[in-house]
């Protein structure tokens, strides 16, 4: 099906056959049914965006490695991760397409990282009152998110297919050596299923690339969800986290049927982080404490802030800070901002938190 919009514009008058222009009322119907923008193809995109159709075309024509910029960034378990930021142009298509194509989409009702009105509270109040907890993380999460898996779902919002190949791109970006470097043994099944395939993955950096990953997970989510109902427990995932709560026997009949949906659906499972986890244990779920009733922030985590909160007015911000070598740059923000994460989940307690941050002598 060819579309009005072609990548070479004409001012010259074109008459089409009524079979053509019902197909394209019935593309446009379709979209507005969904409540997406009506776009036809990629120069259309970037009219729509205010983007130089050029520009961009360049970016899907090449590797995209060039339009990035990156860093690493060091695990907690070893190892590093590869931080890909876009450059400034494509960043904005990025983020218009998130806002006017992605955010219009609904993700499983069981996800719940990255999602307007979602939080990792709610992720954790899912699992209150729970005898046990069984927890699944996802290998390289975004790594196994491939461009044909992006396209797929692109092409089912209703999207021309020369379209959806374009902004499968550029949401992707070509791995390279740089890239595979980052890989431990444990992962070299997705290595080399990435090395073999040569197609454009996620990247970590990018803004789109949270809700897309969602929306590829929708069956996984659903599947997921529908094994949970089945054997009588819960279920919800934030990112790569996985959780299933319930009778703790039930949880370890499940656990391969999980680890088949899992495969099935072309994703890893990073099965050193798999855990059973009783009440009475560290009974958390995605950093939070949901023990007793209640979803609560970690009782280390408040110490930390209680024993930074403590010295500062008693000793001063700067004998603190060389007694207890933390670094000095951005200590009042991040302070603050593990004040503020505690008031997203407790209050009441951070309250007292924020009353007692305003009293210290900050220097300035």
């Known amino acids: 099906m060819a579309f009005p919009f072609s990548e070479k514009s004409t001012s010259e008058p074109v008459n089409h056959s009524d079979e053509f222009l019902t197909d394209i009322n019935n593309y446009g119907d379709n979209l507005k049914k969904n409540k997406l923008p009506v776009i036809y193809t990629l120069y259309h995109l970037c009219q729509m965006a205010e983007v130089p159709v050029k520009e961009i075309l360049r970016v899907c024509e090449s590797t995209r490695i060039e339009h990035y910029k990156r860093f690493k960034i060091r695990k907690k378990r070893g190892g590093f991760r590869v931080i890909q930021t876009p450059s400034d142009s494509l960043k904005y298509l990025q983020r218009w397409i998130l806002v006017n194509i992605l955010n219009e989409l609904d993700s499983h009702e069981r996800c719940f990282g990255f999602e307007k009105k979602s939080s990792i509270l709610k992720n954790a109040s899912v699992h209150l009152n729970?005898?046990?907890?069984?927890?699944?993380?996802l290998q390289r999460f975004y790594d196994s998110i491939n461009e044909k898996r992006i396209y797929g779902v692109i092409q089912s919002f209703g999207y021309h297919s020369n379209l959806s190949v374009y902004m499968a791109k550029l949401l992707t970006v070509l791995p390279n050596d740089y890239f595979f470097e980052s890989f431990k043994k444990t992962e070299s099944n997705l290595k080399n299923k990435l090395q073999k395939l040569n197609q454009g993955v996620l990247s970590q950096g990018a803004p789109t690339s949270p809700k897309i990953s969602n929306l590829?997970?929708?069956?996984?989510?659903?599947?997921?969800?529908e094994l949970a109902i089945k054997n009588g427990l819960n279920?919800?995932?934030?990112?790569?986290d996985i959780t299933f709560s319930g009778n703790i026997e039930v949880?370890?009949?499940?656990?391969?049927?999980?680890?088949?949906?899992?495969?099935?659906?072309?994703?890893?499972?990073?099965?050193?982080?798999?855990?059973?986890?009783?009440?009475?244990?560290?009974?958390?779920?995605?950093?939070?404490?949901?023990?007793?009733?209640?979803?609560?922030?970690p009782k280390k985590k408040k110490m930390e802030i209680e024993h930074h909160l403590?010295?500062?007015?008693?000793?001063?911000?700067?004998?603190?800070?060389k007694t207890s070598k933390m670094p000095q740059?951005?200590?009042?923000?991040?302070?603050?901002?593990?004040?503020?994460?505690v008031h997203s989940i407790e209050k009441n307690v951070a309250k007292v938190y924020f009353e007692q941050f305003n009293k210290?002598?900050?220097?300035i």
């Not at 590829?216 to 969800?225: E, G, T």
């Open 310 to 321: 403590y010295h500062c007015l008693n000793n001063g911000v700067i004998n603190h800070l």
């Open 251 to 297: 949880l370890r009949k499940v656990k391969k049927a999980a680890y088949y949906i899992i495969n099935d659906e072309k994703f890893f499972v990073n099965y050193g982080k798999t855990k059973f986890i009783k009440a009475g244990g560290k009974f958390l779920v995605t950093g939070l404490n949901i023990e007793n009733g209640s979803v609560t922030v």
């Open 329 to 341: 740059r951005n200590f009042k923000d991040w302070l603050l901002g593990n004040i503020a994460f």
């Open 360 to 363: 210290i002598n900050w220097p």
């Open 130 to 137: 729970q005898p046990a907890i069984l927890k699944l993380d």
């Open 216 to 225: 590829v997970c929708r069956r996984l989510d659903q599947r997921m969800y």
């Open 235 to 240: 279920y919800s995932r934030y990112a790569d």
